[in-house]
């Protein structure tokens, strides 16, 4: 070949977007980030900026009195539902992450095995998901009834589940574990189907039993299965708020941190600075644990 002969290579031409379509990626950039901005960012900054004054709701803005930080000094010392507040919220996540999750990971691990009515098993247990919390506490209210309840009237007993503070944030926990259940299942589910085949069969070559194949093998590979499972209980351990709203308002027993935002800024008090910081205390606790779940997640992702 003549060392004069010079060989170009084509330069592939970008190819420019029609102005429809360029209208149409524009479109779908701005008005998704102007309902963020409107919806989520709005109101959290406005939550912010109220949690540092007084403001009962009358008047316009100009009517706010800037108080600092007497509110968040207020609710962590003379607000007294404040501090069972955090502990049944505690008691909700421990709870939740303990029982339902557990009971999710084992239906799963029952269900991945393609067994006869599999697919009915799988609507049964994840149709009390669909259903929103303050249904499901009318629902549970067919056993916990004093007088009518399945419960009294099979043991012969008087308790009122819901009315008594001993027992009632017990009797909502189990509501709330039928259906979150179905909901960790699903989610567990999806992550066992991922898990590459091969896997498990290389471990029973190897003579693993099925129960140390999940955990030394299965387990370990859903790691961001698992991430996304405590990202979520974490969050529905602190937004719980609709069935303990419907049975009692958030009171005698069942207080709540979300109960108390709604309390103080659309109930009697209308105190939207002081309900503010309540809700600003929340968005900090689940900001850490989301922040967490994003950091592992970014992490994975460099290392590929």
Do not use: C
């Amino acid at each position: 070949m003549d060392n004069d002969t010079t060989t170009t290579r084509a330069v592939p031409r970008r190819r420019r977007m029609a102005a429809g379509d360029r209208l149409v990626v524009t479109l779908m950039v701005v008005v998704p980030a102007l309902l963020v901005l409107w919806l989520v960012w709005l109101p959290a900054l406005g939550s912010i900026a109220l949690s540092f004054g007084r403001w009962n709701g009358f008047g316009d803005l100009s009517t706010i009195e800037w108080i600092g930080f007497q509110n968040y000094r207020d609710v962590t010392t003379i607000y007294p539902p404040f501090w069972p507040a955090v502990r049944h919220n505690l008691i909700w996540l421990v709870f939740l992450f303990v029982f339902p999750t557990l009971l999710g990971m084992l239906l799963a691990v029952v269900l991945d095995r393609e067994m006869r009515g599999g697919r009915f098993y799988q609507t049964a247990f994840y149709m009390p998901v669909v259903l929103s919390l303050a249904l499901v506490g009318f629902i549970w209210q067919l056993f916990y009834s004093r007088d009518q309840g399945l419960i009294n009237q099979v043991f012969g007993s008087e308790v009122d589940w819901y009315g008594d503070p001993n027992v009632n944030l017990w009797a909502v926990l189990v509501a709330t574990a039928w259906r979150h259940t179905g909901y960790i299942m699903l989610i567990y589910l999806a992550g066992l189907k991922g898990v590459d085949q091969s896997l498990r069969e290389a471990a029973a070559v190897d003579g693993a039993s099925e129960s140390k194949t999940f955990f030394s093998v299965v387990f370990p590979v859903m790691k961001p299965i698992n991430m996304i499972v405590l990202v979520i209980v974490v969050i529905e351990s602190l937004r719980a708020f609709d069935i303990v709203w419907v049975i009692n308002k958030g009171r005698n027993g069942l207080e709540l941190i979300g109960a108390l935002v709604n309390q103080n800024v659309i109930g009697e008090a209308t105190r939207y600075g002081f309900g503010s910081a309540l809700a600003v205390i929340m968005m900090v606790i689940s900001s850490v644990f989301i922040a967490m779940y994003l950091r592992i997640v970014f992490r994975e992702q460099e290392e590929r």
